[in-house]
């Protein structure tokens, strides 16, 4: 039996685990979700969130899958042996999948952005006719199947080469690239006329505008954009040695999520307010809004228009696929673990799956747009199946599983490297009771508000 393979270094697992969590709900998502939940009131709500209620969930999965050695399935079946908790295991496989399905769709929108900006379709004569660019693109039949099948393409050509040749190469690679990209476009977007505006909407808390709503959703968004409950970071946690430190890789992961999420937030509220735009546009801030502050850019100066508008998609399409890659090898391992399949053919199954339901879903903002699951169209009943319930009770099964299956002493042995670190000693009973008293309460709020509004 070949011998399972393992992340190289603490960069290189921090990167990768950083490449899971940062992805579309960073750029695509928070900019537009800090827009409708009144600015800084939300990201102080989200920080918090993130400390008490994400951390403790992505510590859990890492327990799981470093103890385990395996992924989703086989985690719960080697520690759990003889009980239901595989099937609640195997729920965590199938959820990532669906996702990442119609994530490959938004991830070719990303694609098909890029080479707009490559082709310098955001200039100055576009102005006018650059709102209904981003509904042409999404309801014609064929041009997002094609970005979709080629997103989602090179998402498998990477998981195919394996964890240390595919994942962990390009991780290593395009993270600290990315991180590059995005500061580059926030010091543009503040250092435009009007842009002070956005920075203090970033900055300035408004707390009238909470309510109940705007918490459940900024308590929804630290948990979407760490990518918790899907298996993804219980699967990259199987392959982290047993001599690493996960708390500091954890917490090395959720600082890099987080500055990333603030960087994106900067580099896109500043240019929208700069723009006299409103900042609460919804998802098409990126594919709308965007691509219509760079035509307006593009009056005075076409070529640091056309610049930062390549930079700015660029970002998006790395993003994406950091994401996906993830969630593709929660199924490869599964396959590869549970059914022997050789890495080759499980990563072609799930090709050929997840392009037939993304095809669907793509179909669904054009030829299909009439068909309606529960008043939803097939895309959006597939992102709030995952989102609101079926990530929320990944999150709660594994949360649970840490804190109540596993035994305490096995918990502590991970979280303190076997006693060998005395800080991390020191903080165990603290992680031990968010992990099994504060996280599952804030993940059944969750639940609760999105089943209410």
Request: glycine share 10%; aromatic share 14%; charged share 10%.
């Amino acid at each position: 039996m070949a011998q399972r393979e393992t992340f190289g270094s603490r960069f290189s697992i921090i990167m990768a685990m950083a490449g899971s969590a940062i992805g579309l709900g960073n750029i695509w998502r928070f900019p537009y979700t800090v827009g409708e939940g009144g600015g800084a009131a939300f990201i102080i709500v989200y920080l918090v969130s993130t400390l008490l209620l994400t951390m403790p969930v992505f510590m859990a999965e890492s327990i799981i899958g470093r103890t385990a050695q395996a992924g989703t399935f086989g985690a719960m079946q080697k520690l759990a042996p003889g009980s239901k908790w595989k099937w609640m295991g195997f729920l965590t496989v199938i959820t990532p999948l669906i996702i990442v399905s119609y994530y490959s769709v938004v991830g070719g929108w990303s694609f098909g952005y890029l080479l707009k900006a490559l082709t310098f379709s955001f200039n100055a004569d576009a102005v006018d006719s650059i709102g209904g660019m981003f509904s042409r693109f999404t309801t014609s039949a064929w041009t997002p199947i094609v970005c979709h099948t080629v997103f989602l393409g090179s998402t498998c050509l990477i998981v195919l080469r394996g964890v240390k040749k595919g994942i962990e190469k390009f991780a290593s690679i395009t993270m600290p690239l990315l991180f590059v990209l995005i500061l580059i476009i926030m010091v543009y977007s503040i250092s435009l006329p009007g842009a002070s505006a956005g920075l203090e909407y970033m900055l300035k808390p408004d707390f009238s505008k909470l309510d109940g709503k705007t918490i459940a959703s900024a308590m929804g968004q630290s948990f979407f954009t760490l990518s918790l409950g899907t298996g993804s970071i219980l699967t990259y946690a199987s392959y982290v040695k047993k001599d690493e430190n996960i708390l500091i890789s954890g917490l090395g992961t959720a600082g890099f999520d987080l500055l990333f999420a603030m960087i994106a937030g900067f580099a896109v509220m500043p240019a929208v307010f700069a723009a006299g735009i409103e900042p609460g546009a919804g998802p098409g801030l990126v594919f709308e809004t965007l691509p219509y502050i760079f035509a307006k850019m593009g009056a005075d100066a076409p070529w640091l228009s056309a610049a930062i508008s390549i930079l700015f998609f660029a970002s998006i399409l790395f993003a994406a696929l950091t994401s996906s890659i993830s969630m593709i090898e929660v199924g490869v391992a599964y396959l590869v673990e549970e059914k022997k399949m050789t890495r080759g053919r499980s990563v072609l199954l799930l090709f050929l799956g997840c392009w037939a339901l993304g095809v669907i879903c793509s179909l669904s903002f054009g030829p299909l747009a009439g068909i309606s699951l529960l008043g939803k169209t097939i895309f959006e009943f597939c992102d709030s199946l995952t989102s609101d319930y079926l990530m929320a009770f990944g999150g709660l099964l594994f949360i649970l599983f840490a804190g109540w299956k596993m035994s305490k002493a096995t918990v502590r042995e991970e979280l303190t490297c076997f006693g060998k670190s005395k800080l991390n000693v020191a903080l165990f009973p603290l992680l031990y009771f968010l992990i099994r008293y504060v996280a599952p309460f804030g993940i059944i709020a969750i639940f609760i508000t999105n089943l209410i509004w």
